[in-house]
């Protein structure tokens, strides 16, 4: 088991309600990354946060949002659900220093439905 | 240029045997290849990555061989166990394990008792 906790385990929404989605990074780790995984699918980059800043995203548009706070736990926020954003969401936590040489642990995820 | 392909979808491996999974890329600039293994309900989690630099990394029963001229790499498992069981995603980045992770589809082992 890692250290990233991600909260709620499951979350049942309806299209064009908004959600967030919560994760705590392992401790010591200061960057955050999201990603989208759909049914019988590998993981998509959504975003990454270091230092609570932006640092790179993936193709999902504006309506997927984060943060990240000074305790480098993160939010995701979507927004205008649709259908197809029903997905396990991961989080997962690097300890960045730079050397190109650092794990990205993942979290269990959080399983979004959206009716 | 972003794909990772992944193959095959599936595999049926009977106990003691050997699993090789593999993955090809076109992005010559990826730098770093890890191998993540997924439980049902659980998220991915970190059996071994590689360099370009190294032709091979050998972790236990886990190997990565690593072919640069071909883009390919692959991961075989030896002394196939049922508890190997799971999904397993190649992936690949650049900027080191920082950058953002681009994975393959996936390949559901079973290893038959």
């Known amino acids: 088991e890692t250290g990233v906790t991600q909260s709620p385990t499951h979350l049942i929404k309806t299209r064009g309600q908004q959600v967030t989605l919560r994760c705590s990074s392992q401790s010591g780790h200061n960057t955050v990354s999201w990603y989208q995984q759909a049914l019988g699918q590998g993981p998509q980059f959504i975003f990454q946060y270091y230092r609570e800043e932006e640092n790179g995203r993936g193709n999902f548009p504006p309506r997927f949002s984060g943060l990240q706070f000074p305790n480098y736990s993160s939010e995701l926020n979507v927004n205008a659900l649709e259908l197809d954003d029903s997905a396990l969401y991961l989080c997962a936590s690097s300890p960045f220093s730079g050397g190109g040489t650092d794990t990205q642990y993942f979290g269990p995820g959080t399983r979004l439905t959206v009716l | 240029q972003q794909q990772v392909k992944q193959s095959p979808q599936s595999l049926i491996v009977q106990k003691g045997g050997i699993s090789i999974i593999n993955c090809a890329y076109e992005?010559?600039?990826?730098?770093?290849f890890p191998w993540y293994q997924q439980f049902p309900g659980k998220g991915p989690a970190l059996l071994i990555a590689?360099?370009?630099?190294?032709s091979e990394k050998k972790e236990g029963r886990f190997t990565i061989s690593f072919n640069k001229s071909a883009k390919q790499f692959s991961l075989h498992i030896m002394d196939s166990q049922p508890g190997d069981s799971a999904t397993y995603f190649c992936?690949?980045?650049?900027?080191?394990?920082?950058?953002?992770?681009?994975f393959g589809k996936g390949t559901k082992l079973s290893v038959k008792p």
């Open positions: 992936a690949a980045s650049f900027g080191g394990s920082q950058g953002n992770l681009i």
């Open positions: 590689i360099r370009p630099d190294v």
């Open positions: 992005n010559t600039a990826f730098d770093y």
